[in-house]
């Protein structure tokens, strides 16, 4: 009897020690959770870009320019400007002058391809959309632009063509400049004012994302 007694003391004592260890190493479930969360990775964030937009513009006299830098901070895009080789003077420009350059251009198609500084956008092909922006030279895309648009090839990408004239409107400029590219889905353009606002620039981006 008294050694049965003794076996049934030690089985119980091997009993609550397991019980007293179980209950030492058992993790409360909120903190679990709260483990969990904080070695898990963050969700990774998504890409909502469908590619990089750039604003390429030629300037003669500031007005085109200005657009351009509305357009390419309501668009988040990077600009490139078209640099003639030679430079345009404010002679060059005064077309009411049958001998300043731009007259004699006019008056010769050949001359109107015009040498660029450089004739590509660095990085070109990342660029998804490209935005063209141009003066209104004789119902047409001022010259250098056509240099530039020839010399690329916009095949996979979106072109968005804008213009300013003091009173011309967009015409077949646009169409033009398609006809002279190589490939590009081109979109209808528009027309601004010389002194066309802000405001009207930046409404007319955020309506192509709609």
């Given at each position: 009897m008294k050694r049965w007694k003794n076996r049934m003391v030690l089985l119980l004592t091997a009993v609550l020690l397991g019980t007293l260890t179980?209950?030492?190493?058992?993790?409360?479930?909120?903190?679990?959770?709260?483990?969990?969360?904080?070695?898990?990775?963050?969700?990774?964030?998504?890409?909502?870009?469908?590619?990089?937009?750039?604003?390429?513009?030629?300037?003669?006299?500031?007005?085109?320019?200005?657009?351009?830098?509305?357009?390419?901070?309501?668009?988040?895009?990077?600009?490139?400007?078209?640099?003639?080789?030679?430079?345009?003077?404010?002679?060059?420009?005064?077309?009411n002058d049958a001998k300043s350059r731009v007259s004699v251009e006019h008056a010769d198609p050949e001359r109107q391809n015009v040498a660029l500084a450089v004739d590509s956008a660095p990085n070109w092909a990342e660029y998804d959309t490209v935005y063209i922006g141009y003066p209104i030279w004789w119902g047409v895309a001022a010259w250098p632009v056509r240099s530039f648009v020839a010399a690329n090839d916009f095949s996979g990408k979106t072109v968005i063509p804008f213009c300013t004239s003091a009173s011309s409107a967009l015409g077949d400029s646009a169409a033009q400049l398609q006809d002279a590219a190589s490939g590009g889905n081109w979109q209808a353009g528009k027309r601004f004012s010389s002194d066309a606002g802000a405001a009207e620039v930046t409404e007319w981006v955020q309506s192509l994302s709609h």
């Amino acid at each position: 009897m008294k050694r049965w007694k003794n076996r049934m003391v030690l089985l119980l004592t091997a009993v609550l020690l397991g019980t007293l260890t179980a209950c030492g190493t058992k993790t409360p479930a909120s903190s679990a959770a709260s483990q969990t969360e904080s070695v898990a990775p963050s969700s990774a964030p998504s890409d909502t870009a469908s590619g990089k937009t750039l604003v390429v513009y030629f300037s003669a006299t500031g007005h085109t320019k200005a657009v351009a830098e509305t357009v390419a901070s309501a668009a988040g895009a990077e600009l490139f400007e078209i640099e003639p080789k030679e430079p345009y003077s404010a002679a060059d420009l005064n077309y009411n002058d049958a001998k300043s350059r731009v007259s004699v251009e006019h008056a010769d198609p050949e001359r109107q391809n015009v040498a660029l500084a450089v004739d590509s956008a660095p990085n070109w092909a990342e660029y998804d959309t490209v935005y063209i922006g141009y003066p209104i030279w004789w119902g047409v895309a001022a010259w250098p632009v056509r240099s530039f648009v020839a010399a690329n090839d916009f095949s996979g990408k979106t072109v968005i063509p804008f213009c300013t004239s003091a009173s011309s409107a967009l015409g077949d400029s646009a169409a033009q400049l398609q006809d002279a590219a190589s490939g590009g889905n081109w979109q209808a353009g528009k027309r601004f004012s010389s002194d066309a606002g802000a405001a009207e620039v930046t409404e007319w981006v955020q309506s192509l994302s709609h």
